[in-house]
């Protein structure tokens, strides 16, 4: 389909990957761009911040990050951005139970070789039940997904606790798509569908080497602002866009804490329930917030580990990382820091209490994990982001059609990105569908559906990176 001319002004709603790639293919054309962003820096959750310690400079990502695609050109694109500040490094993570340390992802050999003779037994007679069982592998439910294709025992002791602690609901409320991309089931999927007629086809790979640069992922966001303001866009920050004036089918100008801007389209990535609420709609999509609870530690490392997966329900975070090992500069020299990932929501208790409480029970964890909290240096910070994961209830792919179909009145709004398309992807995949928006538009084709579908769930995105 064919949508009016192609626009001499676009809006872009948040200076994230999403939004900056989108900016970047639009100025490239001679497109007068101005992203509007409501942070004060840029880079959206694929940003850097910095800590002054005693000792010098921390950098903490918004929860780790690391560079994986298989696109090419957009690997190329960060090789360009970035360039000899790019490094490359492999990925080793465990997972922490119960007081034992197991790979990520699981694999059977490691498994017989870790787990206590009690879980062994447990999972090797549901493995056997299964296999000689007649029963089809359920797609009902995450806790139904996983139980029925590798039984209850490995169930209920890497995934149920994790799983709830992670989306704060019961993981039989929870959609089996988030399931279909939990790589840490890979190398047993391996296995059952060896040992299981129709658990799956196909080999997979995981992605064990990745890209990440010197001074933090956010150097990327900010190489590629810097870019996108050389092309001619203007970049306003501390701007939140609560509506947007529309008529006739369109949207004619955005609305700001700071004063309407008017445009020919629009290119968003604000959360997906929030652009339906500002266009007169309602939604009941959701996000689980993070908390990031970052610390200095008077030690050169803590673990070689990239990132520690805890299971146990009863600590705080779903993941413990050591930024230091991304790249050696995210800390001074004898020094490194941690980051635990604590989920929860705005307003809830580990959300708002104080962080000097959150450094005492952080201590405790870090001593169950056998990690010595006495080189805690007494220097932290927390950071927040209420919108860190889509929560892919049950309910969720009726929801998100609804708002799409919401969206679909006004012909020059796209929506983009993670929060925006409310899909648990990557940054590559953020940015190629802010890539995908920016193309829409210069070809003046409705390219919205594409873009909601793009690596959809049943995708594993971990898997197959060439980074
Ligand atoms: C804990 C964690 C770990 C991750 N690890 C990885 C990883 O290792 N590798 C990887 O590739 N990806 C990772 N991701 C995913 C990655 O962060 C996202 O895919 C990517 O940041 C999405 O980009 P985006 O532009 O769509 O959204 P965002 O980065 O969220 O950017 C959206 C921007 O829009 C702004 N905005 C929203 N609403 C408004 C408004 N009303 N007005 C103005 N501005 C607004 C926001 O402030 C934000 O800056 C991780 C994510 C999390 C939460």
Not at 196 to 203: F, K
């Amino acid at each position: 389909m064919m949508i009016g001319d192609v626009p001499r002004h676009v809006v872009v709603i948040g200076a994230g990957p999403a939004g900056l790639t989108a900016a970047h293919e639009l100025t490239e054309a001679g497109i007068a761009v101005t992203i509007l962003e409501r942070g004060k820096d840029l880079g959206g959750l694929g940003g850097t911040t910095s800590f002054e310690g005693l000792h010098g400079t921390y950098r903490f990502d918004f929860g780790g990050h690391r560079f994986i695609t298989h696109n090419a050109d957009l690997l190329r694109l960060v090789e360009e951005l970035v360039g000899d500040d790019l490094l490359t490094a492999t990925r080793h993570s465990v997972i922490r139970f119960g007081g034992r340390t197991y790979d990520y992802p699981l694999s059977l050999k490691n498994l017989l070789k870790t787990a206590p003779p009690g879980l062994i037994a447990g999972a090797s007679l549901d493995l056997a039940r299964l296999a000689l069982g007649r029963r089809a592998p359920s797609d009902d439910s995450f806790a139904a997904w996983i139980e029925s294709r590798f039984g209850r025992t490995l169930y209920r002791t890497f995934f149920e606790g994790y799983t709830a602690k992670l989306w704060g609901i019961d993981p039989r409320q929870l959609s089996a798509d988030w399931a279909e991309q939990r790589i840490s089931l890979v190398d047993l999927k391996e296995v059952a569908r060896r040992l299981l007629p129709g658990a799956g086809q196909g080999p997979r790979t995981y992605a064990r080497g990745y890209r990440y640069p010197r001074h933090g992922f956010g150097m990327i966001f900010q190489r590629l602002a810097e870019r996108v303001i050389r092309q001619g866009a203007v970049v306003r920050t501390g701007v939140t866009v609560n509506g947007l004036a529309t008529g006739g089918g369109r949207v004619r100008a955005v609305l700001t804490d700071k004063g309407p801007l008017t445009c020919d389209a629009v290119i968003s990535s604000v959360p997906l329930p929030d652009m339906v609420a500002m266009t007169g709609g309602a939604s009941s999509l959701k996000f689980r917030g993070l908390r990031f609870f970052n610390m200095v530690m008077a030690t050169p490392d803590v673990s070689p580990f990239t990132w520690q997966y805890l299971s146990d329900p009863d600590m705080l975070a779903t993941r413990l990382q050591e930024p230091r090992r991304r790249s050696p500069q995210m800390s001074p020299p004898g020094m490194t820091s941690l980051m635990l990932e604590i989920p929860c929501d705005p307003g809830d208790a580990l959300w708002t209490v104080a962080d000097d409480v959150l450094f005492e029970r952080a201590c405790g964890d870090l001593r169950r994990l056998g990690i010595d909290a006495s080189k805690a240096t007494g220097e932290y910070f927390s950071a927040r982001t209420p919108y860190a994961y889509p929560v892919m209830d049950l309910a969720y792919r009726a929801e998100r059609r609804r708002a799409f179909d919401h969206l679909r009145q006004f012909e020059n709004l796209i929506q983009c990105g993670r929060q925006g398309t409310f899909r648990y992807v990557f940054t590559d995949a953020a940015m190629e569908t802010g890539q995908m928006a920016a193309r829409g538009i210069l070809s003046r084709s409705d390219v919205r559906e594409a873009i909601y579908e793009h690596r959809n769930e049943r995708t594993v995105i971990e898997t197959e990176s060439i980074a």
